[in-house]
């Protein structure tokens, strides 16, 4: 177990030590049964539709480099993520050096190209019906969903998913980070890296999205994946889906996972049908949403086999989340720019989304 903790200094300067919690460790091939690229050839036959693609060196070092210009890569079918700025030549009579003069700069920087890569990742979008979200051996790149005119992680071509992962900190885990957990740390980052695209489904409702938690292969958790937002229909299902959950992790997830100790999130479809999402360790990284890591121990050392299911039950119960935005002083949202045309696809999206059924006829 890996003590949380911190040092503070009181009003009358005596320095008192601060238990938060208690984080479970594990060891690395917990971590790594975990990688969407070792379990869904498993369970493919319950989860959703993925094509995986193992990513060349070069390709990790750009979404690793910290240092260099973000550029985005250049596509070889002209696709650009984000809108180039209307082009205006007489704005730009103002600003022309003559040749010879001292203030010439040096010739920008080249985007990278990744031409095979970026052939492979068309097919497999176009396989996967025309759009995809992404995700590394772990994690998705959510925290930089802002940059989507949708908001969202849909993606419909290379440059998008290119956008998405290098405007990303949470992949900074899979790049550098997945074993700092693990009592038995030898390296940084797995010997190989894939990329997983996954099936777009627009229908896809948030509080249909679940966390359980296994310890010792035994179910003693089960928590709402979205804790921002309170549904009322949670509360009306509660007792129907307690007995979805247990059958679902009985039939298909116990003994065929090889960890005792880990959790997996699930998705449960209106026709009560179970998709499995993905597989995280117990502990570490992995929020424990509306538990803490000390409870669900608790919850396993208890003698009988039930498990606590755990929803928000009012507006009052709303967990903060990680919410992102970009800085409004990086934008350029003068008429003809880029972010102009992004802001306004922004708008049209939203509109599109909250426009009620009789006015979408």
């Known amino acids: 177990m890996q003590n949380v903790w ?13 238990f938060l919690c208690i984080i479970p460790r594990m060891k690395v091939e917990d971590v790594n049964r975990c990688q969407i690229q070792d379990w869904y050839p498993k369970f493919k036959s319950i989860s959703l539709k993925t094509i995986l693609h193992e990513l060349p060196e070069s390709f990790i070092q750009y979404l690793d480099e910290d240092s260099a210009p973000f550029l985005l890569p250049m596509s070889m079918s002209s696709e650009d993520a984000l809108p180039n700025r209307v082009h205006h030549p007489e704005d730009e009579e103002d600003f022309e050096v003559s040749e010879g003069s001292g203030d010439e700069s040096e010739p920008p920087p080249q985007p990278p190209c990744f031409p095979a890569l970026e052939l492979e990742i068309r097919k497999s979008i176009e396989f996967l019906g025309g759009a995809v979200f992404p995700k590394l051996n772990w994690s998705s790149p959510k925290d930089s969903a802002w940059i989507s005119s949708t908001g969202t992680l849909k993606c419909t071509s290379f440059s998008d998913i290119a956008l998405l992962l290098r405007s990303s900190d949470s992949i900074v885990h899979d790049l550098s980070h997945a074993y700092d957990s693990c009592t038995d740390k030898a390296v940084s980052r ?13 229908s896809l409702r948030p509080e249909m999205e679940f966390r359980c938690f296994v310890r ?22 509660k007792d129907n889906l307690e007995d979805l959950f247990l059958d679902f992790f009985l039939t298909n997830i116990k003994g065929r996972f090889k960890s005792e100790n880990y959790t997996f999130d699930i998705y449960v479809t209106k026709d009560g049908w179970f998709k499995l999402l993905d597989f995280n360790p117990w502990g570490a990284f992995t929020l424990p ?6 409870e669900l121990e608790q919850l396993s050392n208890e003698k ?8 928000v039950k009012s507006n009052c119960a709303v967990r903060p989340g990680l919410k992102t935005a970009v800085p409004y002083d990086y934008l350029d949202t003068s008429p003809g720019s880029g ?13 599109r989304q909250t426009r009620s059924p009789e006015e979408k006829q």
């Open 6 to 18: 911190k040092e503070v200094e009181t009003e009358k300067g005596c320095r008192v030590v601060l």
């Open 289 to 294: 949403l509306l538990f803490t890591w000390d």
């Open 304 to 311: 009988d086999d039930g498990f606590e299911f755990r929803i």
């Open 339 to 351: 972010w102009d045309q992004f802001l306004r696809n922004a708008n049209e999206e939203l509109l």
């Open 190 to 202: 797995p010997q190989k890296l894939f990329l997983a695209l996954r099936k777009w489904y627009p």
């Open 216 to 237: 010792g292969d035994r179910l003693v958790g089960v928590s709402q994946r979205e804790v921002t937002a309170y549904y009322p229909v949670l509360t009306e299902r």
